[in-house]
């Protein structure tokens, strides 16, 4: 959902925030090698998804984290970045959704279910870290819809893998991934918006000091 809040002014990151993304970034780094090699040996495409999906946020977080002492114009631009990348992200995962459905290969859902719950388990730990920082500037709503969006996207991979055991079929799994890559795409629309408004106020903001005051 994109925010309707006016652009922020200038200000310090959040207390704790920095400490929040380094604890965020490990997570998920450590997921991203868990979940990537279950996802090659399932054949699971929700699941090679949320992988990829957890690589992408430790990126981010990383971007973050370098631009967190810098001004507003940056902290903006760098959400700018990451609405992108989770856009683009959407987009690569409805196309690897109608390839697996072209090749008819069915994943496992024992392992589907299993990692999908190791997953949940650490983005909803995430999520909870990062509540208090979603309603900060873009850069910070930005970390906090990635960790909401994983922690439902591991949801549904769980409810893809109790599909796929009761019909056989890989249509669950599919039909997860393409609700994840579109949740990617809204995601990554609503934090682009918003960094467009951080940038905005951030120029409005630096013009108005350079300029001479008029009496």
Known sequence: MACSCSAPEPKSPAPGFRKALWIALWVNLIMFLVEGAASLQSGSVSLLADAIDFFGDSANYLLSLSVLSMG?????????????????????????????????????????????LLALLANVGVAIMLFKFREGDSDMRSVWLCSR???????????????????????????????????????????????????????????????????
């Not at 902290?75 to 856009?87: D, H, L, Q, S, Y």
């Not at 683009?88 to 069915?106: D, H, K, N, Y």
């Not at 249509?171 to 918003?194: E, F, K, N, Q, Y």
């Open 149 to 215: 969006n994983d922690a439902i996207g591991n949801i549904a991979v769980m409810v893809a893998a109790l599909g796929v055991f009761g019909t056989g079929t890989a249509w669950p799994d599919l039909a997860v991934a393409t609700v994840m890559g579109g949740l990617a795409i809204t995601a990554g629309v609503s934090v682009v918006r918003h960094a467009r408004k951080d940038i905005e106020g951030a120029k409005q903001a630096s013009v108005s000091s350079a300029s001479p005051e008029i009496r």
């Open 72 to 116: 507003m114009l940056w902290r903006g631009r760098a959400a700018m970045v990451k609405g992108i990348t989770m856009a683009v992200f959407g987009i690569a995962v409805l196309g690897r959704a109608v390839w697996v459905a072209q090749s008819g290969i069915t994943p496992e859902p024992m392992t589907m279910g299993a990692i999908g």
